[in-house]
């Protein structure tokens, strides 16, 4: 099996998130894919297949079980295709997930770089009732080092994960998480990941700096550039702390060396909050499994 080594929300190789791509999976069993998926061992390979709803299917697979939606993946999927000569540089397509059908927009930038935009699903809220200090024991950090300011909550725009807000960039640099205990802390949802952030950046053009610790049932222990969760921080940016549209730049990846950053745009349609990411993908190289 051919899988396209890409890397998402990076315009330079071997920086922002890794992903494997299959663009042949049509002929490949639910349980194949998942091989494929833990063969590769990256925190996300993306299977492109026929959709009977909309212009393409996009599966995802952790090494240790699917996803509904992941951003990174589906930048490395676009990426894929457009360097293929399946897809154009500017265009619009709607892509079938689990998540829903989701409408992607690819445009050119000055550079002739493909911009990839990708719809979430709508954002989801629910509190966290478990103990702060647990938490931020179990991500390496004390109580202290949570901004009180800010709620803790359950987000999701496709994929739930845990919002911590945390004081200071510096706090970051120790965080060490312990993935196999985090059920123990998230009781109302032990199957979710956690993203703390902080407004604190490295870039001066940066919004918010991020970092995302998997669930300890995909496998991994932590995702470079996560685009679904930075979506799901761009939602909770305009519910808690600055009301409105906006457009966030997110950086992430910083402390393990795989500087990235993503593009979240937030719109107001009715009484509904509308979420898209917008990022690149570099091809990297081939891999056969």
């Known amino acids: 099996m051919k899988v396209y080594h890409?890397?998402?929300?990076?315009?330079?190789?071997?920086?922002?998130?890794?992903?494997?791509?299959?663009l042949d999976a049509d002929g490949l069993t639910t349980e194949e894919m998942q091989e494929v998926a833990q063969k590769v061992g990256f925190n996300e390979t993306a299977?492109?297949?026929?959709?009977?709803?909309?212009d393409i299917q996009l599966r995802y697979f952790t090494p240790g079980h699917e996803m509904n939606l992941c951003g990174h993946g589906t930048m490395a999927a676009i990426g894929a295709l457009i360097d293929r000569e399946l897809l154009s540089k500017d265009a619009e397509i709607r892509v079938e997930t689990k998540a829903g059908i989701l409408t992607v927009n690819i445009a050119q930038d000055v550079a002739s770089r493909a911009m990839i935009t990708m719809q979430q699903a709508a954002p989801i809220f629910e509190a966290f009732s478990g103990s702060p200090a647990a938490l931020a024991e179990v991500i390496g950090l004390t109580e202290q080092d949570i901004d009180k300011a800010m709620p803790i909550v359950y987000g999701?725009?496709?994929?739930?994960t845990v919002i911590v807000p945390v004081k200071?960039?510096?706090a970051f640099q120790k965080m060490k998480?312990?993935?196999?205990?985090?059920p123990e802390i998230l009781t109302e949802k032990p199957r979710a990941s956690i993203h703390p952030f902080c407004l604190e950046t490295v870039d001066s053009a940066a919004d918010m700096h991020g970092r995302h610790f998997s669930s300890p049932f995909s496998g991994t222990i932590e995702d470079p550039v996560t685009g679904t969760a930075s979506g799901v921080m761009?939602?909770?940016?305009?519910?808690?702390?600055?009301?409105g549209e906006t457009d966030l730049t997110v950086?992430?990846?910083?402390?393990i060396g795989r500087d990235g950053r993503v593009i979240v745009h937030i719109?107001?349609?009715?009484?509904e909050m509308k979420v898209a990411i917008t990022g690149t993908a570099i091809f990297v190289k081939e891999l056969e499994v």
């Open 6 to 22: 890409y890397d998402a929300f990076s315009e330079l190789p071997n920086m922002g998130n890794p992903a494997g791509v299959v």
């Open 47 to 54: 299977f492109a297949l026929a959709s009977d709803v909309a």
């Open 156 to 160: 999701s725009t496709g994929i739930w």
């Open 168 to 170: 200071t960039l510096t």
């Open 177 to 182: 998480p312990n993935n196999a205990s985090f």
């Open 234 to 243: 761009g939602a909770y940016f305009a519910t808690y702390i600055k009301p």
């Open 251 to 255: 950086e992430q990846g910083l402390e």
């Open 267 to 271: 719109r107001k349609q009715a009484s």
